[in-house]
């Protein structure tokens, strides 16, 4: 009887503290800070990516992996016939991205004996005979040990020329405008520039008068942001923003649309062999050091990429890379800073991140010739505010399709023949959002997992390559490019873009090596140019 008493009595508890307990939350949720009432006009950030920008002499080649790339013939010939490119068919090209390529003895090539990974990525060509793959081992801008980039071998050389001047610690703030003589085309007259200054609050800004030509190479992102403040854009936006510039500029909407980059989806790879990855062991070892210093060469002498296998057969939407990263351990803070990764999702990605001697590599897959197409915007006249970029990722099914693709052929040759021997292990992540999905038990075995498994981890762990392109679009006409085949801004004058952003689709490979080879006609080039420059000041 007394036993019934105590349960009813607490029953009659629980019923009160759940009474209790859903007022209770009631309240909370009626309090909820920071509560939007639904209209329009609100405007939110959000992290997508880590997205820098090379603001340095050099420009991104100043951060960037160092990987020497010529292109493929493809990407020329469909450029040349798709939109009309004549000037940019491979056989037109290919001579200007031989002689901007740098000598065997300025760059460094990782052969098949520099460790027994690369020795299993060499075999790979004989086991898969059937395969249309082309294998590219890694080739990197490093001479003796160190970055050789654009400062290094093309402006360097330069510096003793009495026509060149270099400005650092300033900012390329607005192009002014004027109509020629004629008063039939515009053209560029000045450069507004502003500089930081150690005595003043305020920037310094100032004029440079351009007598003959201005180039721009601001990049895939700065490029259109410095054009639509300078009132080269879609002329319905530009009005917006109030943009006091010549109400003669050509209207060029295609300013800041049409970016594209690759995304790329890492998966990471364990091995039972000891010695040929890099991570806490190598780096330490006395003798990696030795052979950095005295040869420049080594573990510390790369930034890891070992070698690639590109797919660039059939329709372009099935094009796809893979890349081999060496890299067995990876520093948990270093990779979230670069990569804007959340700590749960980096550790299901990598879930042997506490073991800095770990053995493996990592299989980077992406798709090379992605239909999505994102947007660089601006909300502020100040060049020093940040743009908006919207890499709008993903957003064709068609990519999503070739991504998995290339995940499923980097699986076949993690599980090879030539890569078994080392005793691998894909490690295939377990994410938050994707439990339902996967990985299962049986994916471990099978390394197969469902289509849907591998969208989620697509649309969860997927990193730029830092590859962006195509916002100031090449082509025929203002209505669907910004510049002509000879990187001429239509309508203007005496404007030139020459970076990735003029690429009108993507390249196979780092478009900003394409660039640097077109515009660069190999090491003496840049002085020819310079003192080109320097003859026509000297009869003006």
Known sequence: MQFSKIIIFASILIGVASMLWFFIAALVRERIPNVLKPMDGYIFDYARQFLPRGKGLGGSSQLNYMLQYEGFEGDFERWASEYYLKDWQWSTIKPYLQAAQAKPYERLDIPATYSKITYAFSQLHSEFVHKSWKYRAAQYNIKNGLRFNVLERFLQPAYLHNNLRIMTNTLAKQIVFVRDKNGKQNKVKFLKVSAKSENKPQDQTFLIEIRHELIISAGAYQTPQLLIISGLGDRANLEKFN?????????????????????IIPLFVSIEQVGPTVNQRALLNPL????????????????????????????????????????GAVDERAFMVISNFKRNDFRGLFPRYHNTSQEGFVINSACLQPLSRGTVKIDDLNIRKKPIIDPNYLNKAEDINCTIKAIRAAVEVITSNSFSKLGVQIHWPRLKGCVNYGPFENDFHSNQPSDDYLECIIRHVGLSSHHPAGTCAMGLNSTNSVVDSQFRVHDIKNLRIIDASVLPTPVSGNPNSIIVGMAVRGKHAFSKVLKLYENRSQES
Not at 243 to 260: E, I, K, R, Y
Not at 290 to 309: A, D, E, Q, R, S
């Open 243 to 263: 943009v006091t510039s010549n109400a003669q500029l050509p209207n060029l909407p295609m300013v800041g649309q049409q970016l594209h980059d690759h995304l």
């Open 288 to 327: 990696t050091w030795l052979k950095y210093i005295f040869m420049g060469g080594g573990h510390l002498g790369n930034f890891g990429v070992l070698g690639f296998i590109d797919n660039t057969e059939g329709p372009i939407s099935d094009h796809y890379s893979l890349t081999l990263f060496g890299v």
